[in-house]
């Protein structure tokens, strides 16, 4: 529900979002910030890496964002937000300070990882941060696991400082031919791909993916969270 009438949208959030506030905030990056959350109503709530909430972030507005990581016993939830600074969302969580209330709705969705792949690997951008950290703590020990951030601004180690074996690609003039750049040196048939962040690049990563390497739809998972064409996703 990416908007609504206020008055819904203040009944929604009562009705069936998790009271929770603001423990702290840290800065990763120029446009990357995570903030996490606590509450009881945080405690049990059954989330997997994958998994996503929502919030209300104006009178009318709700967005969509994936922890990249929940504490059911403690009631805490860490979310790395990309700042880009062209909507309610963004401003909404650049806002945020310690001590804030605030509320989450869900954890629900149908992204997970796929528990008996041999090899899992990792594509998207800047808003995807958050949900590869979460994925990529979630592979088995006994699985491979690769991946690519693309970005402009982003510090070279932001995932090996997390113990993520994933890369960070600078973007060229065109989103998403980095990836598919990277793309072109690991593919394997063998590997089960998460393509996720600008709806466009997704797309034609999930279109390469199959007619020039024929990897089975069934290897493929997708997550678009934003498009050029399209608010609130």
Aim: glycine share 10%; proline share 6%; hydrophobic share 45%.
């Amino acid at each position: 529900m990416p908007e609504i009438p206020a008055f819904l949208a203040a009944r929604a959030e009562a009705w069936f979002g998790r009271a929770c506030t603001v423990l702290e905030t840290e800065t990763l990056a120029p446009r990357l910030r995570r903030v996490r959350f606590g509450g009881a109503p945080l405690k049990r709530c059954g989330w997997r890496p994958g998994h996503e909430v929502e919030v209300r972030v104006g009178a009318r507005e709700f967005r969509h964002y994936t922890p990249m990581r929940w504490d059911d016993a403690r009631g805490e939830v860490d979310i790395l937000f990309y700042l880009h600074g062209r909507g309610p969302g963004s401003a909404w969580a650049e806002a945020l300070r310690e001590g804030d209330a605030t509320h989450l709705m869900g954890p629900g969705g149908r992204l997970r990882l796929d528990a008996d792949a041999a090899h899992h690997v990792f594509l998207g951008d800047e808003t995807t941060a958050g949900l590869f950290a979460a994925l990529a703590r979630a592979v088995p020990p006994s699985a491979g696991l690769t991946g690519a951030v693309e970005g402009e601004g982003l510090p070279p180690d932001l995932f090996t400082a997390m113990g993520l074996p994933l890369d960070v690609l600078s973007r060229g003039p065109t989103r998403g031919a980095a990836l598919l750049a990277w793309l072109d040196r690991v593919v394997t048939v063998d590997s089960v791909y998460y393509l996720a962040g600008h709806a466009e690049s997704v797309v034609a990563l999930r279109r390469a993916l199959q007619r020039q390497w024929s990897i089975p739809a069934r290897r493929i998972r997708t997550k678009a969270y934003w498009s050029d064409n399209r608010r609130g996703l």
